[in-house]
């Protein structure tokens, strides 16, 4: 630093800290509904999650985007993507601590509830890498349609990680991606035109898909059109001899965020691959693996919240302007009070569906994660960007600079509300469930009136909510509505009455809109205080 001024009022970088254990929301939550045994783990992933060497990886990851690489020297023809090193160290965290397909294979219990803290938890460091890990997670209740195939694959996808090339059969361990939409359908995969062509017991597959996600992955689940219909089919990239499948990488998306994650444009060209579950059944077989990437979209949002949450609130409570920190003040305290009860109803909310996966046997949870997937992934997914966008700017123009790493932040806080169907999807979906399967609404009416009489806002709004009388164009309204109830709830329940109260007094009036307008009377500090990270 030349001799012209000091640096001061710096806030000091977030680093060194335990990012599970600065979370009390998910600290809460995981002593709800995880395996204490693995209390020990995740607080060593916290802390790893919170070094700077793992900020490192993040920021290298994104600034060296992967690269395709379609033929050898040789002119033959390879379809790799090449990744910076420190991808694969991410990769290699989130598999060693079983982010993948581990809870499907592990012993009975509390895996997937474990298993999404984990997912809050490094998620925060670099988002984009989840993604084929998601994927993996996804496939395992997919291919159990078929048990022959689940045999071959599930033990493979809960392996090591293993990013070379070669046939499955020799890897340590193998992930999956997936390759539903095409240029014509998008969302509407009924419009496919891959034609799949029935040959020696399997098929070959020929035409297109518009994304495929995870295209350096081993194996993919895709749809196509067979003599039957629309029908589900299992696809490696590498066959048991060692041949490269017909899978044909044309180019790398350029997208606005995930950066450091490839997805690609792929044509099949006489791609062998084996029907999964009948022909014609497509959309039903891989609706378990929908549910399971709509899960993640939900704790992919919630984690991008916490992450915002934790660095406005750090910047605010170490910033001073105007003669007094920024956690001073009443106006920004507003701010980040409002940021945190929405951080904070987002995590409780995807937890307590992590949670319903574990108990598949009983009827009661199964119904509410069916209603409760789509509730969350509407609404969590579409409140993120905003208040991304609000943490953001308490950090003014330095959040606006890259090396804040709110700008990566931003970038990717649109993606979970698009990807597995986007909001329209979400709501229309709702109202399907609820035509088709009643027990829904009975099971989502029954864990928000868990906390009957402990609100009395709460009990007025939901006394004068009525799912019958929800129009068809006004989805959106009911499954904002619904989510937020539940919501609610679980806050009502489970956290600090400050927490409770001024989320009931925000959000049950229904007005509620831009961040930092909370009313007068409530208890702010204790919020932002309890949101603030702390290092040792």
């Known amino acids: 630093m030349g001799a012209t001024h000091e640096v001061t009022n710096q806030p000091p970088p977030l680093s060194g800290y335990d990012v599970f254990g600065a979370d009390a929301a998910l600290v809460e939550a995981f002593s709800r509904y995880g395996n204490a045994s693995d209390r020990v783990e995740l607080e060593s992933l916290g802390r790893l999650a919170g070094s700077a060497e793992a900020q490192r990886w993040a920021r290298e990851a994104d600034t060296h985007h992967p690269a395709l690489r379609t033929h050898d020297r040789y ?67 997919a291919l159990r349609t078929d048990p022959a195939i689940s045999e071959v694959w599930e033990g493979r996808l809960s392996a090591f990680y293993d990013p070379v090339l070669r046939p499955p059969a020799e890897k340590e361990g193998c992930l999956a991606g997936m390759a539903m939409t095409e240029k014509q359908g998008g969302s509407d995969v009924r419009a496919n035109t891959t034609r799949a062509d029935p040959v020696d017991g399997w098929y070959r597959l020929t035409g297109h898909k518009w994304f495929c996600s995870a295209p350096m992955n081993d194996v993919f689940l895709v749809l196509a059109q067979a003599p039957g219909g629309l029908t589900c089919f299992v696809l490696p990239r590498i066959l048991d001899d060692g041949a490269r499948n017909g899978l044909r990488l044309q180019r790398l998306k350029d997208k606005l965020g995930n950066r450091a994650n490839a997805s690609a444009e792929v044509e099949f060209d006489g791609a062998l691959a084996q029907r999964l579950g009948a022909e ?11 549910a399971a990437t709509r899960l993640d979209c939900v704790l992919g949002s919630a984690s991008l919240l916490r992450r915002a949450v934790a660095e406005a609130t750090w910047h605010a409570a170490h910033r001073s302007a105007f003669g007094a920190r920024l956690a001073d003040s009443e106006l920004m305290r507003a701010v980040l009070a409002d940021l945190a009860l929405e951080s904070e109803a987002a995590t409780a909310l995807a937890m307590r569906l992590a949670a319903s996966v574990d108990h598949a046997d009983d009827p009661q949870e199964q119904a509410l994660r069916r209603i409760g997937l789509p509730l969350a992934k509407y609404w969590v997914c579409k409140r993120t960007p905003a208040a991304v966008a609000e943490a953001l700017e308490c950090l003014g123009g330095n959040g606006y600079v890259e090396e804040s790493g709110m700008p990566r932040l931003y970038r990717e806080a649109p ?84 927490v409770a109260d001024a989320f009931c007094t925000s959000r049950l009036d229904a007005r509620h809109g831009v961040y ?21």
């Open 75 to 141: 002119g033959h023809r390879v379809d790799e993507v090449d990744f910076h090193p420190s991808w694969h160290r991410l990769m290699a965290t989130a598999v060693d601590h079983r982010l993948h397909a581990g809870p499907w294979v592990d012993l009975p219990g509390r895996a997937h509830a474990t298993r999404a803290a984990k997912f809050l938890v490094w998620s925060q460091v670099e988002a984009a890498h989840l993604c084929p890990v998601s994927m993996t997670y996804a496939a395992v209740p």
């Open 516 to 536: 930092g307008a909370l009313p007068a009377g409530l208890d702010t500090e204790a919020i932002v205080r309890r949101a603030t990270p702390e290092v040792p």
């Open 415 to 498: 993606l979970n509300s698009i990807w597995e169907g986007a909001g329209n999807i979400q709501a229309l979906d709702l109202l399907r469930v609820l035509e088709r399967s009643p027990e829904v609404a009975l099971a989502w009416r029954a864990e928000v009136e868990a906390a009957k009489g402990q609100d009395r806002r709460l009990d007025d709004a939901l006394s004068a909510f009525d799912i019958e009388a929800a129009e068809p164009g006004q989805a959106r309204v009911l499954a904002g509505r619904m989510a937020v109830l539940l919501q609610a709830s679980l806050l009502v329940r489970y956290a600090p009455p400050a």
């Open 280 to 290: 014609g059944r497509g959309v039903a077989t891989i609706i378990e693996m929908v």
